[in-house]
T-cell receptor, first 116, second 114 residues
Framework: NAGVTQTPKFQVLKTGQSMTLQCAQD?????MYWYRQDPGMGLRLIYYSASEGTTDKGEVPNGYNVSRLNKREFSLRLESAAPSQTSVYFC???????????????FGPGTRLTVL | GENVEQHPSTLSVQEGDSAVIKCTYS??????FPWYKQELGKGPQLIIDIRSNVGEKKDQRIAVTLNKTAKHFSLHITETQPEDSAVYFC?????????????FGTGTSLTVIP
């Protein structure tokens, strides 16, 4: 069991470029999440998918889009990257459907993104 | 929305001493309070959690207490060891409210001095 995997581990973008962060889990979990972590601000929820086929906004969704491709995979897309999106991005999953708070969340190792 | 405050931001203790980290929350409807440990270069890992129908929960050297009236909860680590050094995050959530938001504190960097 690999748990939650994320690709890439590191990425540097120029302002205005687009990219997709990939996340996959092999635990047959129903809910998946994307967070960003900035110094001194903890983790903030960007989007989540409470079950396959659904997505919902979190605390800081502006500038991002997500796709729940299937039960295993949940991707995060930056259409036009901005320096304010420089951050460490974490994907997470939890066993039960229903989104945050319903069950333990398991985190991936993170993607460090720098936007110049 | 919910506002979770965490204190202190940094904490140093001698090996074998206890460490206490405190969090307060603003939304009285919050009912799920997990604690995460994050080691350098890794994602957060759940170490203990508590729901609002319980006042205290223990797991070996780790305990969490919840005071719903005062809207605060605390993490207690006893007999600290160097491997406890990490950043600890509290979080609060209302699993019953539509929207299911999840809010983290800003983290406490714990250093255990051998």
């Amino acid at each position: 069991n690999a748990g939650v995997t994320q690709t890439p581990k590191f990425q540097v973008l120029k302002t205005g470029q687009s990219m997709t962060l990939q996340c996959a889990q092999d635990m047959n979990h129903n809910s998946m999440y994307w967070y960003r972590q900035d110094p001194g601000m903890g983790l903030r929820l960007i989007y989540y998918s409470a079950s396959e086929g659904t997505t919902d906004k979190g605390e800081v969704p502006n500038g991002y889009n997500v796709s729940r491709l299937n039960k295993r995979e949940f991707s995060l897309r930056l259409e036009s990257a901005a320096p304010s999106q420089t951050s460490v991005y974490f994907c997470a999953s939890s066993r039960l459907a229903g989104g945050p708070g319903t069950d333990t969340q398991y985190f991936g190792p993170g993607t460090r993104l720098t936007v110049l | 929305g919910e506002n979770v405050e965490q204190h202190p931001s940094t904490l140093s203790v001698q090996e074998g001493d206890s460490a206490v980290i405190k969090c307060t929350y603003s939304d009285s409807a919050s009912n799920y309070f997990p604690w995460y440990k994050q080691e350098l270069g890794k994602g957060p890992q759940l170490i203990i959690d508590i729901r609002s129908n319980v006042g205290e929960k223990k797991d070996q050297r780790i305990a969490v207490t919840l005071n719903k009236t005062a809207k605060h909860f605390s993490l207690h680590i006893t007999e600290t060891q160097p491997e406890d050094s990490a950043v600890y995050f509290c979080a609060a959530s209302n699993s019953l409210r539509g929207g299911n938001q999840f809010y983290f504190g800003t983290g406490t960097s714990l250093t255990v001095i051998p």
